[in-house]
């Protein structure tokens, strides 16, 4: 029964910033282990990172050291902040705890 909502998509500048949100909701909702990944238009759907309830945090190669993943244990969210964005990281991104996805959120990278 819980649920996952992304938000915070949007159109950005190459070289600018974003940072989405994703908040789990219903019951037993909370991010132990929270994943991001993105699909981008007949792409296959990559992960992009992930945070465990240790804190520790794992990169795909293409978004390390641009892309920060971090979690609010109290508020039941998970963010992924974007730096640096580049035109390949245009995307539906999608949160995921295990078998639970969210909708997924829009991000344009473009002038």
């Known amino acids: 029964q819980m649920r996952l909502a992304e938000s915070g998509g949007g159109l950005v500048q190459p070289g600018g910033s974003l940072r989405l949100s994703c908040t789990a909701s219903?019951?037993?909702?909370?991010?132990?282990?929270m994943s991001w990944y993105r699909q981008a238009p007949g792409n296959h759907r990559e992960l992009v990172a992930t945070?465990?309830?240790?804190?520790?945090?794992n990169y795909a190669g293409s978004v390390k050291g641009r892309f920060t993943i971090s979690g609010d244990n109290a508020n039941k969210t998970v963010f992924l902040q974007m730096n640096s964005l580049k035109a390949e990281d245009t995307a539906v991104y999608y949160c995921?705890?295990?078998?639970?996805w969210g909708q997924g959120t829009l991000v344009t990278v473009s002038s």
């Open positions: 995921r705890n295990f078998a639970v």
């Open positions: 219903g019951s037993y909702a909370r991010i132990n282990a």
């Open positions: 945070i465990s309830s240790d804190g520790s945090t």
